[in-house]
């Protein structure tokens, strides 16, 4: 490693950030044979986890949701750890590309982009970089899933999830019509009288003449004539239009119906009834669903057991007197007071930095 390599500071931050968020770094490519895998993780990786929450969802986590949190924080550790003992790291190119970047961004100059990926993760930067290991848990997990998804369907699995699932399936009613638009916001005052000349003018037209109909205003959220399903017609023209519309006779002017943006006058021509699809029409998407299921439940058993495979302590605490309450830690609030105060322990001694517990 070349002296200018060394003296980086971009390296020495890289490794800090290592030493903090990762703690007992994984060998790539090898495992203990023996007995669980220890991993001690610092207050700062659990501080991170509730700092990411927050960010999302804009709440400081406790209690149950907290504990959600955090097994779900770990179960990505362990992944991230898993995706780097099997070597994963050198194989995905994404991954691969980045951490090389990384290095030569740094000035390392070696040739051998093998050697390059690892160097860097012995630099810590497969545990600092973000990008890397979001996409190496990603890549365990599609390994994890893979097998399961390919194992062959057959008619009678594809038949049985399907009826397990059919209102996934259900089709929503549609309404096809025709609409008379006026703006509340072009009309304002003269809304209601306007409303009430159409509504005399199709009365003497008769109900079901379309070729009478008034014009109306333009209406940007659906063109006049218009083919919708029920949750569509919602959404453009509110639910209580919807519903109307589910009572309306076929084939006659009815209104004014009201919108956000005015009112309509409607002529129904065609209303479907929600339907359940034969598995013919939907197999592709019932076919997809059941792989991704079945994925699913192999990467929610592969976790179990890797669970197995280590000993977690967080901040000095096992994992699980964590996630039950038995450490005395509930929430993130806690979590991160810990970590403004430099504390290191986050059990009943709650030890800080420099001082005896």
């Known amino acids: 490693m070349s002296k200018r390599l060394v003296a980086s500071p971009l390296v020495h931050f890289f490794a800090a950030a290592a030493i903090l968020l990762a703690a007992r770094p994984v060998v790539p490519g090898r495992r203990a044979s023996r007995g669980p895998t220890r991993l001690d993780l610092p207050v700062a990786w659990a501080a991170a986890s509730c700092r990411d929450e927050l960010a999302r969802s804009g709440a400081l986590v406790s209690g149950r949701a907290f504990a959600a949190l955090m097994r779900v924080a770990a179960d990505e550790e362990v992944l991230f750890r898993e995706a780097l003992a099997r070597g994963l790291h050198r194989t995905d190119p994404v991954a691969a590309a980045r951490l090389a970047a990384n290095l030569r961004f740094v000035g390392a100059e070696d040739a051998d982009p093998g050697g390059?990926?690892?160097?860097?993760?012995?630099?810590g930067m497969a545990y600092s970089d973000l990008v890397v290991r979001r996409r190496l848990i990603h890549v365990m997990q599609l390994s994890l899933e893979e097998r399961?998804?390919?194992?062959p369907i057959s008619r009678r699995a594809l038949e049985r999830f399907y009826t397990r699932h059919a209102d996934r399936y259900l089709q929503p009613a549609t309404f096809r019509f025709e609409h008379v638009f006026l703006s509340k916001q072009r009309r304002r005052e003269s809304l209601a009288r306007d409303a009430g000349e159409i509504a005399a003018r199709?009365?003497?037209?008769?109900?079901?003449?379309r070729t009478h109909a008034p014009a109306g205003d333009p209406f940007l959220e659906a063109p006049r004539h218009v083919l919708l399903t029920r949750p569509e017609v919602a959404k453009s023209f509110g639910e209580a239009f919807a519903r109307a519309l589910e009572n309306a006779p076929v084939g006659r002017w009815v209104g004014p119906l009201q919108s956000p943006f005015g009112l309509h006058f409607v002529r129904l021509e065609q209303r479907s009834d929600p339907r359940y699809p034969p598995l013919g029409e939907v197999a592709t998407r019932v076919r997809y669903d059941l792989e991704v299921a079945r994925g699913r439940r192999a990467l929610r058993r592969a976790i179990e057991q890797l669970r197995t495979r280590y000993r977690i302590r967080v901040g000095g605490v096992p994992l699980e007197q964590m996630l039950s309450g038995e450490a005395g830690v509930t929430g993130c609030s806690e979590i991160l007071r810990a970590e403004r105060r430099g504390q290191t322990s986050l059990g009943p001694e709650r030890g800080q930095r420099g001082e005896a517990p």
């Open 116 to 123: 390059l990926v690892d160097r860097a993760v012995s630099l």
């Open 148 to 151: 399961a998804r390919r194992r």
């Open 202 to 209: 199709l009365v003497r037209t008769g109900a079901g003449d």
